[in-house]
Structures are given as C-alpha cells and as structure tokens.
C-alpha cells in the first residue's frame, strides 16, 4: 500500500532563516506531488506542484520554492523565512492526472517568530 | 483556471439534525469533484469523489453529495449528525495536473 510521510510535524524557526520541509512517498511510482499551506481560516492553497522529478509548477509567486530531486521525493525551502510565512504545511500525492483523489501527508506546523 | 467557493465559514448544528454543506465550482470541462474532512491538526481525509455517472455519491462516515451540473454545485450531506463529525470540510475539483480547494466550511456539533 502507498504511504506518504512528512516531516517535522511542527517547526519554530527565527525570521530570516533557511526552511526544509521534506515529503516523501512509498508504494507507487511517477506520482504527482504537491505542497499546499493552509492559514488559519483561509483554506489550503496551492504552492507548487510536480509532474516529474525536477519538473515543478509555482503557482504563487513568493519566499517559498520546492524541488524534487528523486521521484518520490518533494522538498519545500527558503532561504529566508518571513513572518508570514507561518502556517500548516501539507504535501499530498496522486496516482495519476485528473481523475484520482489526493493522499495527504499528516502536516508541518510551522511557525516563524 | 478552475475554481471552488465554499459559502459557508461556519456551521454549527445539533448533534442528530441534518447537514447540508454546500460547494459551487468553476471549470470547463467536466469535472472531478472531491469532499475531504480534517481534524485539527491532521492531514485530509477523503470523504467521497465524483468522476462520472450517477450523480449521487456516497462515500464514507454516512456521507453523500449529489452533484448537479446545472448549478455547478457538489454539496455534502448527512441524515444526522453526530458529535464526532465536528471537524473542518474542504470541497476540491481536480483538474488535469493540479487539484483546487475551497476555503473550508468549521463544522461545530451541539449537543
């Protein structure tokens, strides 16, 4: 069976330090990875999304940048953390493109003082 | 670009009444329409999913949508509610490489 693990589950990091939140997925192949940030009361938006290793979609212009050096692994960096980059991270996987569902990973609070 | 409007921040209902959460989407093609629950502090939990055929579907913990194509809507449902559903409700339309959330509706249970 296909297992999606994250990690840390919570994380306290000063403004202007470096982030690495790293995702990885067991159990399939070739799977379309994504990071999503949920803020509080503002629902989960799409950060980025992979088709491929090496192959990422930015959807929203920011601090943040993902790679995905192996195929069933997905890393969220910055260089230099903001305030406002505090939240709940998640990262989710999906078998195949359009129809099937996503598998989410249990989530990365991060909180940035 | 696809898009889902979930009008409804908050719901408070008493535990054993009906629910009816609701969800609008944009998209124009036909499309692949989700229902995921989270606890606090949890990942998401697929709760149901449309992808074609009959329009009403059911999915899991009592849950069922029924999508309706002329509204543009996929809202979930449940007979009675108990206190354990109390949690957050994401409704998702997943296009070809990505999949979209709306904003969320906090469903609280009273008891």
């Known amino acids: 069976s296909q297992t999606i693990h994250q990690w840390p589950a919570t994380l306290v990091q000063p403004v202007g330090s470096p982030l690495s939140l ?16 949920q803020a509080a009361g503002r629902g989960l938006q799409l950060l980025f999304y992979s088709i491929g290793i090496d192959q990422i979609s930015s959807e929203v212009p920011q601090n943040l940048s993902a790679s995905r050096p192996q195929d069933r692994q997905f890393i969220l960096s910055s260089k230099k953390l903001l305030l406002s980059d505090s939240g709940f991270y998640l990262c989710a996987w999906r078998r195949d493109r359009g129809s099937t569902e996503a598998f989410f990973g249990q989530g990365t609070r991060l909180t940035v003082v | 670009a696809q898009s889902v409007t979930q009008p409804d921040i ?23 329409l989700f229902w995921y629950v989270q606890s606090p502090g949890q990942g998401l939990q697929l709760l149901l999913k449309y992808f074609s055929g009959d329009t009403l579907v059911q999915g899991i913990k009592g849950f069922e949508a029924e999508f309706k194509r002329s509204q543009s809507s996929f809202n979930l449902r449940k007979p009675s509610v108990h206190w354990s559903d109390a949690a957050e409700y994401f409704c998702a339309v997943g296009a070809f490489n990505d999949m979209r959330f709306g904003a969320g509706t906090r469903l609280t249970v009273k008891p």
């Open chain 1, 22 to 37: 790293e995702c990885t997925v067991e159990g399939t192949s070739n799977p379309n990875l994504y990071w999503y940030r």
């Open chain 2, 10 to 32: 908050h719901i408070t209902v008493s535990e054993g009444a009906s629910l009816e959460l609701r969800c609008n989407y944009s998209y124009g093609a036909t499309p692949y």
